[in-house]
């Protein structure tokens, strides 16, 4: 079924080196949004893994107990921070609300004897007041965050170093023994410590708040950007508020654990907490410019730096080395996700085009004086104009039965040009994307492949309808291909299904030249039966398919691949049916649309010539490669596509006929043509006109509807 | 935030999905704070004394009594054995000696001496505790950072049949044996020495300033109790300041400084341990009261502590003998080891000899030097 | 100092980040059309190359096996072979450099003796000449390898070949001044110094007459200068016979590809400047020129360009005249000021023009 199998001659070794491409791999990997937190999340086992090869009773099951004991509390401020990083922001002083609230829970337990509830909500009360303030002067004053938070943290370890002294030896005596305070502490809770099972269920209703809830997706906004926020009716200053209210309480919620757990209110509690919480946000892949990120990458980070950090004290590090470790691994982290963030766009793009090897055979001559079908000649210079200037790029043109001209033009309508000139021109049909190719269906609904949409159609009254957006997703493939990216060509068979071409599933319309660049199978032809409104790939793995013409006899479908210069011929019916054979080949330039001519023919449009230096281009991938990275498109070699050239087929594939508009001074990159009343009307995907040429020797009544749908029937 | 208000602002969708989330939340939630809640560490603590003690079984000795199989025994007993050192930092000479002469004596009797550094952070410190116990070192000597940290790890090493002997620093839970100053006296030493010089009769001005340590550390908690009792007994002193250096001698010289400003009449400023209040002996110098401001203080820093008496900083100081202390945690841990006693059935403490020290009239052989010794050994 | 370092280090740690960096046309640079805009000085031309004016003032233009006189288009000498340089000294006597057979000295119209070899080798491919102040002629060959027609391909070959030589004023001596020179295309007599236009190297030299090493006057320019001719303002014309593009000095750095290119493409098709644009579409194609509802930008990627830079005294770029992608005046291989007006050569229209010198500057 595959197409692709044939498009390269050459060494077979040259051959699969071009074709298997790791980078093709590795960019849409990247392109993927599940591969941002993936790396680090892959750090973290790695990590985890090392450790427990390297240190002694480390993969136990008491062990890791221990360690997601230790962990939670961190796990707790790194959430805090995460959120206001998110949020655009940063909170300093997450390490000192987890001291003070540790000590304030120690007092309110140990000293004033209060009732552990009491002593939770109390805690949380004070984290969220600290939060407070932070948010008011953020959100409302709007002061600098960094700045806010640093004051804050200063004047917090203040006050927990004076309050410290103050409660210091009634709390070193201090001996209360509670149940509940247990279970908080060093208690469990489904097997599972208990501060590690709360921050579990933190985390996945944090998640789930922010990537799947209004206040998350404002929370984003915020952090992309507040102004636009604002604009978007974001109410900025309330969410800033209460984000920094609950990274308050995230930290203060960390600090109870802590003092629960172990009843101690040194006066290192919490110092440095924020730079861990800090690299561990920016580790996990939450951006530091805001607006990317979530909880769940915090907490991978926060597991990054637990981990690093205790596996250093474990080897038996020196202190000062894991401290300086953790400064590193902040830095590099910093500097990682600043060039990442800007230029992980560039990046994906500077690898996602993955040209490989194309080798066409010399070309057959086109030169005036050849003698063959191709040579050249000044034909279509004879044409005469309709609706010049008054149309933008009428990649496809198409008649109906009431000789009304239609074409898709750029602005992502259908024009329709009437009279007997074609002087009167209106918008048929708005659609949106690209208009591209057009057929007429038995019920005289025009079909249009609308690049960047699907397949539609307009009725006979303007009204627009989806035929199709999706296609079965192909396993395997990175890349989701279900949605139709670039619906080209199509034209329908006889039982009424609908053939159509997608170009390619890697490219958008503006890059279609890419595509070419590329030189890969990326294209299908796609069916879509309206009667079951079933759609199925028939060809995956096609090089650029682009026009699509269903036979004369309504048996096979010609469609054209443009970057190998061949037409193929795909059975849809008799003894050959599902098989794909070559219908014209090595052609002396790129295939375009293709449609019935009145001799039993078919017409071909010649988008472009190929020219010497762009066939040597297409043998030399890396020089491709090379080109697109280091020079602006505007100055890429493209192939002769300022010109203008149409063929002429007979059924067997057989070159009959050329008409040149050389240099294209009318026409130049004709991308459609059709024949109609003794007439061709011709298209172009960059013109400014539609042009005609008269056919002297064509059946002046033969007309596209009837050719498909028979005279004979009436209008429904 | 609000739970209320989050649904308020979902769409009617997603306000269904979110409130069937929830409601399986607070299911699971509830099903598993009732279910699956146990209080942990409770019933792994074992009861230190008494039913236990009873347990205890002498180790079989018959078999004849010769020196050969004395010396098999206490082979067998100590070879390869693993004492693990968590002190709250290296890098000063107080836990440099302690490390050096535990490792010289462990390696005597063939054991091997594992050291974990903390850098001061208490929670590398916590981390390196509990670590340690996952991999069962024989022996864990412990320099709490504060009575509390490690108090829940300390009981669990014991439940796990680590001997745990504290040193210096004690916690609120008391392990085997406790290495250290009587903590209580050294405050009160050092406090009667105060009220000799600065009290009642003494014609000086009576204000002392206290620099205490970590404010949550039992060591430094017991010295100001002991002094403050002491000095409380005579009503010629008075304590303008009392204040927690956290055992960082900037910070100690810098309290001092400001005390020294308010009070430059100050009799004296007594500290808690030597290294730190070397900074507020500096302080004195720098205001230009060296020897009109009398500087107290205890530690065991060896050549340290010498090179600051000598050159006038401290006024008289109290010193604990580090090495010593190493030298008795190495041998109560080998007494553990050869006992074969259950850790929670012993509680002991060795109360460590303490000296004073004055210019010109001290032990030269408490001046021991780790780096010279450190140099000598590599 | 320190940017040279640290962007060689960025360099080194991100290759290719810092792609060679094609001047940007602006300032005194900026393009115009006033190339375009000058008038056609009489019919078509087609192969004219050099103009130079004779002592009184009559302008000489050559043209193929000719030198005609402009004004009248009559002929002043028959040369016996396709005449390139002209240089005119200041006894009126004509110095015609002739397509693979060295230089003539004409007198009167009539060829008095002949240059073919210097130092024992050929002079086949002389671009241009010019009179010293103390009568010698000085001589630029642009290549010992590739002939006068094969420009771009010496180009594309990164030859470094060429070598300027000064003869004495009867040509019966010469010698070597300057070699291993890329493309030298033009001469202008400075006092002590010998100004060379080095066209493959983008750069117009100033070697002293006495011998030595040379001191760049212009480097980095946007095209490849050929020609220079004096302006009585103590300044000077130079021609640019193309401009650099970043597709050109990108196949020029990828080697397997260029040499197939010359190996198997007809020269007409090649990616190489070109002093005359066709839109044949067997000639690449480049994004930026693709005809777009009709019409091609000026500013498109032009694989022909019309450009005339004036210098002042010290070499430094004071104006400049343009005809851009869709112009057709393209290809300036000489000029000559002639009082308000310039007179400049367009070998690729054929054409001869003159252009308006636009005073104050």
Not at chain 1, 500 to 509: D, N
Not at chain 1, 571 to 585: C, L, M, N, S
Not at chain 3, 170 to 193: F, M, Y
Not at chain 3, 278 to 287: A, K
Request: charged share 20%; hydrophobic share 45%; proline share 5%.
């Amino acid at each position: 079924m595959s197409v692709a199998a044939t498009m390269v001659e050459g060494g077979w070794l040259r051959r699969l080196r071009w074709r298997i491409s790791l980078r093709l791999f590795l960019s849409e990997l990247l392109a993927k949004r599940w591969m941002e937190p993936a790396i680090p999340f892959a750090l973290m086992v790695g990590l985890i893994v090392l450790f427990s090869i390297t240190t002694p009773y480390y993969a136990t099951l008491g062990n890791a107990q221990q360690l997601g004991r230790e962990f939670a509390e961190a796990g707790f401020v790194a959430v805090a921070m995460a959120l206001t990083v998110i949020s655009g922001g940063i909170d300093l002083s997450v390490g000192s609300v987890f001291a003070l609230a540790n000590l304030a829970a120690l007092v309110f337990f140990n000293i004033w004897n209060w009732p552990v509830g009491l002593v939770i909500a109390a805690t949380l009360c004070i984290g969220a007041a600290v939060g407070a303030v932070n948010g008011f002067l953020i959100g409302y004053l709007r002061t600098r965050p960094f700045l806010t938070t640093l004051v804050t943290l200063i004047v917090l370890r203040a006050s927990v170093d004076l309050l410290g002294q103050h409660f210091s030896v009634p709390l070193a005596m201090a001996s209360r023994v509670s149940w509940t305070w247990d279970v908080i502490g060093v208690g469990w809770i489904a097997k599972l410590p208990s501060n590690l099972a709360i921050l579990g269920i933190v985390a996945i209703v944090g998640h789930f708040l922010l990537s799947r809830s209004r206040p998350g997706w404002h929370l984003t906004a915020i952090g992309s950007s507040r102004k636009a926020a604002r604009h978007a009716g974001i109410r900025v200053e309330r969410v800033l508020f209460l984000t920094y209210v609950l990274s308050g309480m995230l930290a203060a919620a960390g600090g109870l654990f802590y003092a629960a757990r172990l009843n101690s209110s040194g006066s290192d509690t919490g110092v440095g907490w924020e730079i861990s919480a800090l690299t561990a946000v920016v580790l996990g892949g939450v951006s530091l410019a805001g607006g990317r990120g979530t909880v769940a990458r915090a907490l991978i980070g926060a597991v990054i730096v637990f981990v690093l950090v205790n596996g250093l004290v474990r080897m038996g590090f020196p202190g000062a080395l894991s401290s300086t470790a953790l400064g590193a691994v902040l830095l590099i982290a910093v500097g990682i996700d600043v060039k990442w963030a800007k230029n992980r766009g560039k990046a994906i793009q500077k690898i996602y085009v993955n040209p490989t090897m194309v080798e066409l055979p010399p070309a057959p001559s086109i030169a005036a004086d050849s003698g063959t079908a191709f040579a050249e000649n000044t034909r279509l210079q004879a044409s005469e104009e309709i609706g010049l200037d008054q149309v933008q790029g009428p990649e496809d043109v198409i008649l109906d039965r009431q000789d009304r001209l239609y074409c898709g033009v750029r602005e992502g309508w259908i024009l329709r040009f009437s009279g007997p000139n074609f002087e009167h021109r209106e918008v048929f049909a708005r659609i949106g994307g690209r208009p591209l190719g057009m057929a007429f269906d038995r019920d005289e609904n025009l079909i249009v492949c609308v690049g960047g949409m699907g397949l539609y159609g307009v009725t006979p009254a303007g009204k627009v309808y989806k035929c199709t957006d999706q296609t079965q997703r192909s396993l395997f493939k990175l890349n989701d291909d279900s949605r139709l990216r670039l619906a080209d060509d199509c034209d329908i068979a006889p039982d009424g299904t609908v053939w159509f071409s997608e170009a390619t599933i890697r490219y958008e319309m503006h890059s279609w030249f890419l595509d070419g660049i590329e030189g890969r199978a990326n294209g299908r032809l796609i069916a879509w039966d309206p009667a079951t409104n079933k759609t199925r790939t028939v060809i995956k793995d096609a090089v650029f398919p682009n026009g699509v013409c269903v036979a004369h006899d309504g048996r096979s479908v010609l469609f054209c691949s443009s970057w190998l210069c061949r037409i193929y011929r795909h059975w849809i019916e008799g003894p050959k049916a599902g098989q794909t054979e070559v219908f014209a080949d090595n052609l002396p330039g790129y295939p375009d649309n293709l449609n019935r001519a009145s001799d039993g023919g078919y017409w071909l449009a010649m988008v472009g010539i190929r020219s010497p230096t762009f066939d040597l281009l297409m043998r030399h991938p890396g020089v491709r490669t090379r080109m697109i990275k280091q020079i602006p498109p505007d100055e890429w070699v493209y192939p002769g596509i300022n010109n203008g050239c149409i063929v002429k087929f007979d059924e067997s594939g057989r070159a009959l006929e050329s008409m040149w508009d050389p240099g294209g001074t009318k026409h130049a990159t004709v991308t459609s043509m059709r024949e109609h009343k003794g007439w061709l009307y011709i298209g172009g995907l960059e013109n400014n006109r539609i042009g005609r040429v008269r056919l002297p020797d064509a059946d002046p009544d033969w007309n596209g509807y009837d050719a498909y749908w028979g005279s004979a029937r009436g209008r429904s | 935030m609000k739970i209320t208000e989050l649904n308020n602002s979902l769409s009617p969708r997603q306000r269904g999905e979110g409130a069937r989330t929830l409601a399986w939340a607070m299911v699971i939630g509830i099903t598993s704070l009732i279910t699956a809640c146990d209080p942990g560490t409770r019933n792994a603590v074992e009861p230190p004394t008494g039913a236990a003690a009873a347990a205890v079984k002498t180790p079989d000795l018959s078999g004849g009594d010769s020196s050969a199989m004395l010396r098999t025994r206490v082979d067998t007993a100590l070879k390869g054995k693993v004492i693990a050192w968590v002190p709250v930092a290296l890098g000063m000479p107080l836990t440099e000696i302690w490390t050096q002469v535990m490792r010289a004596e462990a390696e005597a009797r063939g054991m091997k001496l594992e050291v974990r550094d903390p850098n001061w952070n208490t929670t590398a410190g916590l981390q390196a505790v509990s670590s340690l116990i996952s991999e069962r070192p024989d022996v864990l000597v412990v320099h709490n950072p504060n009575v509390q940290l490690y108090a829940r790890e300390l009981a669990r090493a014991e439940a796990a049949g680590i001997v745990v002997i504290q040193v210096n620093m004690v916690s609120n839970h008391k392990t085997s044996a406790y290495v250290g100053a009587n903590w209580k006296t050294v405050g009160r030493l050092l406090g009667e020495e105060i009220v000799r010089a600065c009290g009642t009769g003494s014609g000086t001005s009576g204000k002392v300033a206290i620099v205490q340590g970590e404010a949550t550390s039992g060591t430094s908690i017991e010295q100001a109790q002991g002094a403050t009792e002491v000095l409380a007994t005579d009503k010629g002193i008075r304590i303008v300041s009392n204040q927690a250096a956290n055992w960082d001698a900037s910070k100690a010289h810098d309290i001092t400084a400001t005390v020294l400003q308010q009070h430059p009449d100050l009799c004296a400023t007594v500290g808690f341990w030597g290294v730190m209040q070397a900074g507020a002996a500096q302080a004195v110098k720098s205001a230009g009261l060296q020897g009109k401001v009398r500087v107290y203080s205890s530690g065991g820093d060896g050549k340290l502590d010498c090179d600051n008496v000598d050159s006038g900083l401290f006024t008289k100081f109290l010193t604990y003998d580090a090495p010593s202390q190493a030298k008795v945690i190495v041998q109560f841990a080998s007494f553990m080891l050869q006992t074969g006693l259950p850790p929670s059935s012993v509680r002991a403490a060795d109360y460590s000899r303490l000296q004073w020290m004055e210019k010109g009239k001290y032990d030269p052989g408490l001046c021991y030097d780790p780096a010279r010794r450190g140099a000598a050994r590599s | 100092m320190l940017d040279t370092l640290f962007s060689r280090i960025k360099e080194a740690l991100f290759p290719g980040s810092e792609a060679v960096a094609l001047p940007m046309m602006d300032g005194a640079l900026k393009p115009n059309r006033r190339l375009d805009d000058a008038a056609p000085i009489g019919a078509e031309l087609p192969g004219c190359d050099d103009v130079v004016a004779l002592v009184d003032g009559t302008v000489l233009v050559s043209v193929d096996q000719r030198i005609l006189r402009l004004g009248d288009r009559s002929t002043w000498c028959e040369c016996p072979g396709t005449v390139g340089a002209l240089a005119v000294a200041a006894d009126d006597s004509v110095y015609a450099a002739i397509a693979g057979a060295g230089v003539l000295r004409i007198v009167q119209g009539i060829v008095t003796s002949r240059l073919e070899q210097v130092d024992g080798r050929p002079l086949r491919c002389v671009t241009a000449l010019a009179v010293l102040a103390d009568g010698r002629i000085a001589v630029s060959e642009g290549s010992s390898a590739n002939p006068l027609d094969d420009w771009a391909r010496d180009l594309l070959e990164h030859r470094a070949s060429g070598r300027v030589v000064v003869a004495t004023a009867d040509l019966s001596s010469a010698s070597t001044l300057a070699s291993d020179l890329a493309w030298p295309a033009g001469l202008l007599a400075r006092g002590n110094a010998l100004w060379i236009s080095e066209a493959w190297r983008h750069r117009v030299l100033s070697q002293p007459i006495a011998g030595g090493a040379p001191i760049p006057v212009l480097h980095n320019l946007p095209g490849y200068p050929a020609r220079l001719s004096a302006d009585p303002d103590g300044g000077a014309w130079l021609s640019l016979i193309a401009v650099r593009t970043q597709m050109l000095e990108f196949v020029l750095r990828e080697r397997a590809y260029r040499e197939e290119m010359l190996a198997t493409i007809d020269p007409r098709y090649w990616i190489a400047p070109s002093l005359r644009a066709t839109g044949h579409y067997l000639e690449p194609l480049q994004g930026g020129a693709i005809k777009k509802l009709g019409i091609v930008k000026p500013w498109a990627p032009p694989r022909s360009y019309g450009l005339v830079v004036r210098l002042n005294a010290a070499g430094e770029i004071v104006d400049s005249l343009h005809s851009r992608a869709g112009g057709v005046h393209h290809g300036i291989t000489a000029t000559l000021r002639r009082g308000a007006h310039v007179i400049a050569v367009s070998k690729g229209a054929g054409r001869v023009l003159q252009a308006i010198v636009e005073v104050g500057r």
